[in-house]
């Protein structure tokens, strides 16, 4: 193959790479915001998590409160 023609295809390819990474990223962000709008309990609002980086003291409140299964899992287990 000549040198052109390879330059060509790893345009092409660098592109399409692209293009790809731009949808996978975009389909995320808005699945992201889709659940947040429609209120899925399954949804985490990630911005809590993040003040944990400022905020990781020993005396900082719990970001969320245990479930009550998951406490009598814990306790089935010790």
Known sequence: MEY???M???G????ALLAL???VFY????SIYKR???G?????????YSDLVLDDS?????LEKRKKTEAKEDDKES
Not at 40 to 48: L, P, S
């Open 8 to 10: 060509t295809i790893q």
């Open 40 to 48: 899925d309990k399954n949804y985490r609002d990630f911005e809590k």
């Open 21 to 23: 990474v731009f949808i």
């Open 36 to 38: 947040n709008k429609k």
């Open 27 to 30: 389909s995320y962000a808005f």
């Open 58 to 62: 020993i005396e900082s409140k719990p």
């Open 12 to 15: 092409y390819a660098k592109f």
């Open 4 to 6: 052109e023609t390879l």
